[in-house]
């Protein structure tokens, strides 16, 4: 059975989230089209989130 690509926008959420748990500024963002971007500072700011909540060191 083939394996599935994961959505575009799942994947600059998750590259966004990577980024904010590693320290990265939200101006570092990568994308330009608006969905994207959008998802990936959804994803930077939910991992600021959980820095700020304790979830990571």
């Known amino acids: 059975m083939k ?3 994961r959505d575009r926008l799942e994947r600059a ?3 966004g ?3 904010g748990i590693n320290g ?3 101006e570092d963002c ?4 608006a ?3 959008t998802n990936w500072l959804g ?8 820095l700020q909540s304790g979830l990571y060191k």
């Open 43 to 50: 994803g930077w700011r939910e991992a600021r989130e959980d």
């Open 24 to 26: 990265r500024s939200s």
């Open 13 to 15: 959420q998750a590259r």
């Open 35 to 37: 969905d994207a971007r």
């Open 3 to 5: 394996r599935q690509k």
């Open 30 to 33: 990568p994308y330009q089209m």
């Open 17 to 19: 989230y990577k980024a």
